[in-house]
């Protein structure tokens, strides 16, 4: 009895200490990655020295930033390109979420698909596709028209706000679609019956009582997408910049690639940023905490109740088809176009005879490509691997436990959402020629970003999977004997396995899409696969990149394609 007991108490001990060493280095590592670069961040702006030096303190660069009147104008483009494209996404995203949630269109699997394939073309790709096809000089559709219609000058134009605007909402429509989706998915149906059997019309209803109930949800979607346009990299440094118009991203960005720099004017004009973003954050979360007035599930049971179109569902069904012709097939179309020709040239049967696989073989051969994407590889492994080890952690810790200080470190995990990935680049930057840890010049810098941007994610997806295990199951594992490392592997991680897969692989997708964050922090021979399409447009490489883009965004929807029906096994199992 007296062994048996000493033994109980060696487990306990053993798993005690385990838990105290794990736990204890993530939350120190999780405020390390969070708070030392954000104070180096916040210290930039007030220093009058380059990274790595040090120098007295001083408020010339707010004065530099700030007193001069362009800045103004510069807020106001930047305010017009989030608003824009927050609620251009918002509207399309919306009327896509409704036609395939709550109503009889046909064709609606499809058009979720579709929707959704949107999400596996890189941003900087995506952009450059847009370039492609509305360019004034040589732009497909806009030398159709000019050739059609004897136009003397190009009829569009994308290197205007209007441009950019069009471009950043399309690439922020899915993250809508799937956010309108859910609300229109849990809405009780009864007040759109008796809407309907007055006499209401299908569009009538979606504007008078639809709408009107998913008012929190359609707010705070139009914050969120306004947020994320906010701290847009690819349309304003690609569209925005050539043409003059300048958001503070861009301003960011020219402030440090731009002889001489001035690291001090990009850090304060870092401060207005995130300034923004959490004011975008703190009316987001008013407007959520408020949602139950809008409340209409309860305990009676409802049934989703579709909407009839009648004839116009097939009247939706063709607008839908020829939106995502439009959106997605010639954006995709003219990338693929671009990639197999020696030059660049407008479609037309006469140039089938000279299409050629040339470009994917002479871009595959590229020593500087193989080596971006064994580096993009390397990155997107490593960040997923640490973002979800700290995620699982994390969340045991804030879900599980009665921890004083579990909401801080909650908030803490994931206050990095609100700051653009320029602004990360540029704290990491200032971090690692600060502080004497050799990672800078090295793809591992790239690492400690993504996992910096991309710990919410992870505790997002880990923290929903957590609270559905019940606490009697890690009880049970303790009093068999078992450790808490023990029980953390065997019980919890299988237990999770849906949850972190999930997480694992959008972490992954983003990892592999990132361009911002990364642009400020590569150096030769620790390219990604973005910064080396960004390198290539700079250097006129157009059909190279095209090829690349094209197989960037196969390979995206090849692996998000594997692991969701690898997911689903896993979850049928779990």
Not at 149 to 165: A, V
């Given at each position: 009895?007296?062994?048996?007991?000493a033994?109980?108490?060696?487990?306990?001990?053993?798993?005690l200490?385990a838990?105290i060493l794990?736990v204890?280095?993530?939350?120190?590592?999780?405020?390390?990655?969070?708070?030392?670069?954000?104070?180096?961040l916040?210290?930039?702006?007030?220093?009058?020295?380059a990274?790595?030096?040090?120098?007295?303190?001083?408020?010339?660069?707010y004065?530099?930033?700030?007193g001069?009147t362009?800045?103004?104008?510069?807020?106001?483009?930047?305010?017009v390109?989030a608003?824009?494209?927050?609620?251009?996404?918002?509207?399309?995203?919306t009327?896509?979420?409704?036609?395939?949630?709550?109503t009889n269109?046909?064709?609606?699997?499809?058009f979720?698909?579709?929707?959704?394939?949107?999400?596996?073309?890189?941003?900087v790709?995506?952009?450059?596709?847009?370039?492609?096809?509305?360019?004034p000089?040589n732009?497909?559709i806009?030398?159709?028209?000019?050739?059609?219609?004897?136009?003397?000058?190009?009829?569009?134009?994308?290197?205007?706000?209007?441009?950019?605007?069009?471009?950043e909402?399309l690439?922020?429509?899915?993250l809508?679609?799937?956010?309108?989706?859910?609300?229109?998915r849990?809405?009780d149906?009864?007040l759109?019956?008796s809407a309907?059997?007055?006499?209401?019309?299908?569009?009538?209803?979606?504007?008078?009582?639809t709408?009107r109930?998913?008012?929190?949800?359609?707010?705070?979607?139009v914050?969120?997408m306004?947020?994320?346009?906010?701290?847009?990299?690819?349309?304003?440094?690609?569209?925005?910049?050539?043409?003059?118009?300048?958001?503070?991203?861009s301003?960011?960005?020219?402030?440090?690639?731009?002889?001489p720099?001035?690291y001090g004017?990009?850090?304060?004009?870092s401060?207005?940023?995130?300034?923004?973003s959490?004011?975008?954050?703190?009316?987001?979360?008013?407007?959520?905490?408020r949602?139950?007035?809008?409340?209409t599930?309860?305990?009676?049971?409802f049934?989703?109740?579709?909407?009839?179109?009648?004839?116009?569902?097939?009247?939706?069904?063709a607008?839908?088809?020829?939106?995502?012709?439009?959106?997605?097939g010639?954006?995709?179309?003219?990338?693929?176009?671009?990639s197999?020709?020696?030059y660049?040239?407008?479609?037309?049967?006469?140039?089938?005879?000279?299409?050629?696989?040339?470009?994917?073989?002479?871009?595959?051969?590229?020593?500087?490509?193989?080596?971006?994407?064994?580096?993009t590889?390397?990155?997107?492994?490593?960040?997923?691997?640490?973002?979800?080890?700290?995620?699982?952690?994390?969340?045991?810790?804030?879900?599980?436990?009665?921890?004083p200080?579990?909401?801080?470190i909650d908030?803490?995990?994931t206050?990095?959402?609100?700051f653009?990935?320029?602004?990360?680049?540029?704290?990491?930057?200032?971090?690692?020629l600060?502080?004497?840890?050799?990672?800078?010049?090295?793809?591992?810098i790239?690492?400690?970003?993504?996992?910096?941007?991309?710990?919410?994610?992870?505790?997002?997806?880990?923290?929903?999977?957590?609270?559905?295990?019940?606490?009697?199951?890690?009880?049970?594992?303790?009093?068999?004997?078992?450790?808490?490392?023990?029980?953390?592997?065997?019980?919890?991680?299988?237990?999770?396995?849906?949850?972190l897969?999930?997480?694992g692989?959008?972490?992954?997708?983003?990892?592999?899409?990132?361009?911002?964050?990364?642009?400020?922090?590569?150096?030769?021979?620790?390219?990604?696969?973005?910064?080396?399409?960004?390198?290539?447009?700079?250097?006129?490489?157009?059909v190279?990149l095209?090829?690349?883009?094209?197989?960037?965004t196969?390979?995206?929807?090849?692996?998000?394609a594997v692991?969701?029906?690898?997911?689903?096994g896993?979850?049928?199992?779990a």
């Amino acid at each position: 009895m007296a062994a048996n007991v000493a033994r109980l108490t060696r487990r306990v001990a053993g798993g005690l200490d385990a838990r105290i060493l794990i736990v204890g280095i993530s939350v120190v590592l999780t405020a390390y990655l969070v708070l030392v670069p954000m104070a180096m961040l916040v210290y930039s702006s007030f220093t009058g020295a380059a990274p790595g030096a040090t120098g007295a303190l001083t408020l010339e660069h707010y004065g530099e930033a700030f007193g001069d009147t362009s800045i103004w104008k510069t807020l106001g483009i930047t305010l017009v390109f989030a608003l824009g494209s927050g609620a251009l996404a918002f509207v399309i995203g919306t009327i896509l979420a409704w036609l395939c949630e709550r109503t009889n269109m046909p064709f609606k699997s499809l058009f979720f698909a579709l929707t959704l394939a949107r999400m596996m073309i890189p941003g900087v790709i995506g952009t450059i596709a847009w370039i492609f096809l509305l360019g004034p000089r040589n732009g497909m559709i806009n030398r159709m028209l000019t050739s059609t219609f004897g136009f003397q000058d190009s009829p569009l134009d994308i290197f205007t706000i209007t441009g950019m605007i069009w471009v950043e909402g399309l690439a922020l429509t899915p993250l809508t679609f799937l956010m309108m989706g859910a609300a229109f998915r849990s809405m009780d149906p009864s007040l759109e019956e008796s809407a309907t059997m007055s006499g209401s019309s299908a569009l009538t209803t979606l504007f008078r009582v639809t709408l009107r109930l998913a008012l929190p949800a359609a707010l705070s979607v139009v914050l969120i997408m306004s947020i994320r346009g906010l701290e847009s990299f690819e349309v304003p440094a690609l569209i925005g910049i050539p043409s003059g118009i300048y958001t503070f991203i861009s301003a960011i960005y020219l402030a440090v690639h731009t002889y001489p720099q001035n690291y001090g004017v990009a850090g304060a004009l870092s401060m207005l940023v995130m300034v923004i973003s959490v004011i975008g954050i703190t009316l987001y979360g008013r407007v959520t905490s408020r949602a139950e007035r809008f409340s209409t599930v309860t305990g009676k049971g409802f049934r989703p109740r579709v909407i009839d179109l009648g004839a116009w569902r097939w009247v939706a069904a063709a607008l839908c088809f020829l939106f995502f012709l439009g959106t997605l097939g010639l954006p995709l179309f003219v990338l693929l176009w671009a990639s197999l020709f020696k030059y660049y040239s407008l479609p037309s049967w006469q140039m089938l005879s000279q299409a050629t696989l040339n470009n994917y073989i002479e871009v595959l051969t590229w020593s500087a490509v193989q080596r971006a994407m064994l580096n993009t590889l390397v990155v997107a492994t490593a960040t997923t691997a640490i973002v979800m080890t700290l995620s699982s952690v994390m969340s045991w810790l804030v879900v599980k436990t009665t921890a004083p200080g579990r909401v801080i470190i909650d908030n803490l995990a994931t206050l990095p959402i609100i700051f653009p990935g320029i602004i990360v680049g540029l704290a990491l930057l200032w971090t690692y020629l600060t502080i004497p840890i050799p990672v800078y010049g090295t793809i591992w810098i790239i690492v400690v970003s993504f996992v910096t941007r991309f710990l919410p994610y992870g505790m997002r997806t880990c923290s929903t999977s957590m609270i559905q295990i019940h606490r009697e199951l890690e009880e049970a594992s303790l009093a068999s004997g078992a450790t808490w490392l023990q029980t953390f592997v065997r019980i919890f991680i299988p237990l999770l396995r849906p949850g972190l897969l999930a997480g694992g692989v959008y972490v992954a997708l983003l990892s592999i899409r990132e361009l911002s964050s990364a642009i400020l922090l590569w150096s030769p021979g620790s390219e990604v696969l973005s910064v080396q399409v960004w390198e290539m447009w700079e250097d006129g490489s157009d059909v190279q990149l095209a090829a690349l883009g094209i197989m960037m965004t196969l390979g995206l929807g090849i692996l998000v394609a594997v692991v969701h029906r690898l997911g689903g096994g896993i979850q049928q199992h779990a």
